[in-house]
């Protein structure tokens, strides 16, 4: 009987869940294994996870022989191993234009608030937990506010990123989505984005890679309605 695919993740990790939504729109089952970065001072700086993954970060695939790290890089290894649906348009100008907008997210975006970044303001340079959020929320709304003006008007631009299936973009979208409206940002000077955020949280794969929905979380959807 062949093992079910793994995938080692943290709830609230954006390139966890990049590579939860790109699984579950291939339909693939898979086996989450959860890595706490907070708890036991964090399970990705363990000896036992570094074997694995030498740069003690999430995520991390293993199918078989293969054990793949990057979000980016399992994302385009899947596409290539099942190809269908696709998560990259046909044309290579537009592969390479919705990589560009996932790079925006991936490589500028989200490593300036990523959490060991975070970390080491607050515990190696003694900056302010307020201090923190403004570093936070600057680089997110920079990256925003880019995304925003190649979105509005790119006649590319369907109900997703690149026409009226979702892919590569809208993937690494979402998650930096749900971390801004957890800190709170004003997101309504990013209507295109937000229109296309909210055609991605219609679907399944997009509901259930969610915060909420992982077997180690330990919090709420930043967007659900407040529990009564």
Avoid at 20 to 37: Q, S
Avoid at 49 to 61: G, I
Avoid at 79 to 89: F, G, H
Wanted: with cysteine.
């Amino acid at each position: 009987m062949t093992s079910k695919p793994k995938l080692y993740s943290f709830w609230r990790s954006s390139a966890a869940f990049r590579v939860r939504i790109a699984l579950n729109l291939k339909g693939v089952d898979y086996e989450v294994i959860p890595v706490h970065l907070n708890k036991h001072g964090g399970d990705q700086l363990s000896e036992a996870y570094a074997n694995k993954n030498p740069n003690r970060l999430v995520p991390l695939y293993e199918d078989g022989k293969n054990c793949i790290h990057q979000s980016i890089a399992i994302i385009e290894y899947l596409n290539e191993i099942q190809p269908n649906p696709p998560l990259l348009p046909n044309s290579p100008a537009d592969r390479a234009w919705v990589r560009s907008l996932a790079m925006d997210i991936a490589s500028d975006i989200h490593p300036m608030s990523n959490l060991r970044v975070l970390r080491y303001l607050i515990k190696q340079l003694g900056i302010s937990a307020q201090a923190k959020d403004n570093w936070y929320q600057h680089w997110i709304r920079l990256g925003l506010e880019s995304l925003e003006k190649q979105l509005a008007n790119d006649p590319r631009v369907g109900r997703f990123s690149c026409g009226d299936h979702p892919g590569l973009a809208d993937i690494c979208l979402a998650p930096q989505i749900f971390n801004a409206l957890s800190s709170k940002m004003d997101m309504s000077p990013h209507p295109t984005l937000m229109r296309i955020f909210a055609e991605c949280m219609q679907l399944p794969a997009f509901i259930d890679a969610s915060w909420e929905k992982q077997v180690d979380a330990e919090g709420l959807n930043p967007i659900a309605p407040p529990q009564k």
